[in-house]
């Protein structure tokens, strides 16, 4: 079974539209987190939710919104879809939140294209 | 501001050889140094990580080196081997933000 697993892996769109990225973890774990790595592979935290609560919130622009039904799903929905909004975005978990050595685990990332 | 800066950007070491990679920081509120391995294709995983009262921490080939005082740490691949060729990042967090800040990554390329 897969711990952390994301739905699409591949998200090919246009310029202007709505898109969503799911993510699920089966590990019982309290936080989940969106990162985004972009062409150079440079990773970047863009939100963090702990059971259902939204505890980490970088400058994203706020086209960018997650969701967390509970605490196993976290969503990302983007609007008006933009062309440096490409990257890998990749959901991760972590058992409890501000512990300073929890291990993130992470999915095998959502690859998005906009053209 | 890149707070945690990663070097090189790539390595090839020939199999059995030493491979590092050197991360400096500037907070010096972070108190945890984690690394993550990434294979293409694939998300990051934790590879080894330490706390910045400990000098070094061997696990298996993978040993971490931490001066404090300087601000730098680095991973060390003994007897690299094909199979270690991915992305190493090392990042860095502090236990009141939860937040990984990651440097720009290394890609490493053991050739046989």
Sequence with gaps: DTAVSQTPKYLVTQMGNDKSIKCEQ?????????????S????????????K???INETVPNRFSPKSPDKAHLNLHINS????????YFCASSQRALNLEETQYFGPGTRLLVL | QQ???QSPQSLIVQKGGISIINCAYEN??????????????????LLIAIRPDVSEKKEGRFTISFNKSAKQFSLH?????????????????TSNTGKLIFGQGTTLQVKP
Excluded: R
């Design chain 2, 28 to 45: 010096t509120a972070f108190d945890y140094f984690p690394w993550y391995q990434q294979f293409p294709g694939k998300g990051p995983a």
């Design chain 1, 53 to 55: 609560e939204l505890i």
């Design chain 1, 40 to 51: 150079k592979k440079f990773l970047k935290i863009m939100f963090s939710y702990n059971n």
């Design chain 2, 3 to 5: 707070q945690v800066k």
């Design chain 2, 77 to 93: 691949i003994m007897d690299s081997q094909p199979g270690d060729s991915a992305t190493y990042f090392c990042a860095a967090t």
């Design chain 1, 26 to 38: 089966n590990l019982g774990h309290d936080t989940m987190y969106w990162y985004k790595q972009d």
């Design chain 1, 81 to 88: 879809l933009e062309l440096g909004d490409s990257a890998v």
